[in-house]
């Protein structure tokens, strides 16, 4: 059995999210060596006489006791429990048991040479190991959390709409996709029914059921092709201390776990989770450029910052550009090197998602926030564009009522109000405006130097994009104004 640290566990769910595989983590204490020590290593007497089993069978004084259930989740003796429970720990991609020297309050009987006891009865010899204890320390640790940032969580608790209330507000902002009452053993069946049905609503399932969650993950996993994480007594940690933005390093762990298709990220070690770096390729258009850069600032109140790229412009555009606050400026001497300058651009970028703009765009309110949105709520969608007023493709709305920009700015606000949160799959994307995460530049590769600004590039990067397994998202509820220069 190898054990991992707390870096290891994390590049392994990390890659399990990233390349969208089964995963599960489970972890082993003195609760799941006591299900599992009945009539195999110890008598059913033994069992039953431990401080553990006596909770386990003695209602408590909670909401839960009245609906008839127990303070452990579980009635023993339950050799239905043993038995997934032993199955459980041989399909697992990861088991936490005890360390040697732990210091849970339980009698040194049932901890971890009970453990050792019960894995040699019946020959379990799982591939990795971990501490058990690593779901509290992913719980208070903001590394974690900037992992999870953009997945779509399933909660599987007893306490399940506490937890989703706080982890959807500061500093956590988690996407709470979904959550699951499961108090008590009984509900096993019913519970992974329910799961399979959600398998394409969420990412990952963070599980805090007790022994049950043993059980739990591992089916997760199987049924439905996502990650399923063993979460313990990680809510009671973030009930009682939140993660703190002063735990967070200067370099993210995250960017340290990662294989060779992290290199571009890790060559940014400034990478700020929910930041917006708005990428603006310029050739000429000065004056269109100044109202794209103003609409920007007026419905922007999101954290951003701009990559602007300059392509040769002989109108002031360059200058113009230097005079931006929060910008980065990269020059090209010659018009056709746009690709070089994005990737440019990108090695530069700050941002945990990239927004590649025209630069004749004329943006409206809530434009952002509201692409952002479709990201965080389908982890399949790679890219995303908009509604807008020109082209021959499907994004462009025709006879489109305004004459001004004032007028052009209440038909935005009530066309979007009237198809808020709808959206639907493309097979190619306008260039007038493309949103992303960053890390589908890892995942697909660089824009094409073959490419000039505007000519084919798109299109090019539409079809990668597509190729890699994600697909191409319109937002139909942000519409975005272009002049064409």
Known sequence: MAKLNGEQVLARIKEALDHHRPFSLIRIGDGENVIMAQKSVWSLKEV???PWAKRANNPVKTRSARLGHKEKGVTLPNLKLRNQMVRSVRKADIVGILPIKDKIKAPKRVRRPLTNKIFRYYKLKPRFTCDAFINREFASKQEFWEMLRGKRILLITEHAQKLKEVLQ????????????????????SRTLKTVKGMKDQFDVALISCGVNAVVLAPEVARLTGKVAIDFGKGPKVIFNKPATAAEKSSVSIINKLGNLKDRIIASCPDYTPGMVSIVIPAHKGLKYLKECIASISRHTPNKLEYLLVDNESLDGTLEYFKTIPNATVIANKVFNEWAEGFHQSF?????????????DAIVTKNWLSRMLWWLHEDSTIGMVGVRTNCGSNHQALKQLPYKTMEEMNDFAEQW????????????????????????????????????????????????RTMNSGKKLW?????FIHRHTI
């Open 347 to 359: 090695l530069a970028a700050k941002g945990e998602y990239i927004v590649l703009l025209s630069n």
């Open 416 to 463: 979007s109000e009237k198809h808020s949160r709808q959206g639907y799959k493309a097979e190619m994307l306008s260039d007038v405006c493309l949103m992303f995460h960053r890390n589908l530049i890892e995942r697909i590769g660089r824009f094409d130097n073959r490419y000039s600004l505007f000519s084919g590039d798109a299109h090019d990067f539409s079809a």
């Open 48 to 50: 039953l006489r431990t």
């Open 474 to 478: 319109v937002a139909n509820d942000v």
């Open 169 to 188: 507000s500061d500093p956590y902002n988690m996407v709470i996709a979904g959550t699951i009452i499961f108090t008590h053993f009984k509900q096993m």
